[in-house]
């Protein structure tokens, strides 16, 4: 009977802890979840307007870019910016593009074919955008599409979320923040939720290159 009753207690012992360790982690799961949601809740909104100067693209790598050589159509052409920021095209090489406006970036041009041609007159188009890595605005989390945008003039947080695809159905849009790099990271909450599903416009507030917008995950 005695060892009935051992074997017994052999056979519950690991449920039992089995049960405890569940129980546990079901327990720091809660506490990590709503030190969570106190943390988000207690950032201040985000400011609906900013004071931006005006803003002058800077190329990034993975830029497409038409260069137009006036009366020159042989040292045209259209190129894409390497992974090191830099391009090349006729008789120019590893020029360093990234950081630029197109402007600087065609007199750059206009000096280096000076040592092959007179007088080079040459414009720069930029046509496809990705900008430079510290101006993009970033949107991770429960974004339908997370990923990197390129800021532009008088950019909100509906353009950007726009680009993303919305939230998924499992986001906690009103959870939102905003981390803004210009001011050190310091973080503000926006309603993504009201903004997005309920159409309140009142929600939308300007962004700044180098902006992150997170998602967070609801669990309920």
């Known amino acids: 009977m005695l060892k009935t009753i051992e ?5 519950t012992a690991p449920i039992r802890t089995l049960a405890s360790v569940l129980m546990l982690a079901a327990a720091l ?3 990590t979840f ?4 106190a943390a988000l809740s207690s ?3 985000a400011p609906q307007t900013v004071e931006t100067q005006d803003h002058r693209y800077k ?3 993975l830029d497409t870019l038409n260069i137009l050589v006036w009366r020159n159509p042989e040292l045209s052409a259209t190129i894409t910016v390497r992974p090191d920021g830099r391009i090349s095209a006729p008789l120019v090489e590893d020029l360093m593009a990234a950081g630029r406006n197109p402007a600087d970036l065609s007199r750059e ?8 041609i007179r007088d080079p007159v040459v414009t720069i188009i930029v046509s496809g955008y990705q900008g430079t890595f510290p101006e993009q605005i970033r949107i991770v989390g429960e974004a339908a599409r997370p990923q ?8 909100t947080v509906l353009d950007v979320m726009i680009q993303a695809g919305g939230l998924t159905d499992f986001a906690d849009g009103n959870g939102a923040v905003l981390v803004r790099g210009s001011e050190g990271g310091k973080q503000y909450s926006v309603r993504l939720k009201d903004l997005l599903k309920r159409g309140d416009i009142s929600a939308n507030v300007a962004v700044k290159p180098g902006d992150i917008v997170i998602v967070p995950q609801s669990f309920f």
């Open 7 to 11: 074997t017994s207690q052999r056979k």
């Open 29 to 31: 799961l809660s506490v």
């Open 34 to 37: 709503l030190g969570g949601c």
């Open 43 to 45: 950032y201040p909104p």
């Open 59 to 61: 190329i990034g790598p």
């Open 109 to 116: 041009v206009e000096k280096v074919l000076a040592k092959f």
């Open 148 to 155: 990197s945008v390129p800021y532009r003039q008088q950019m």
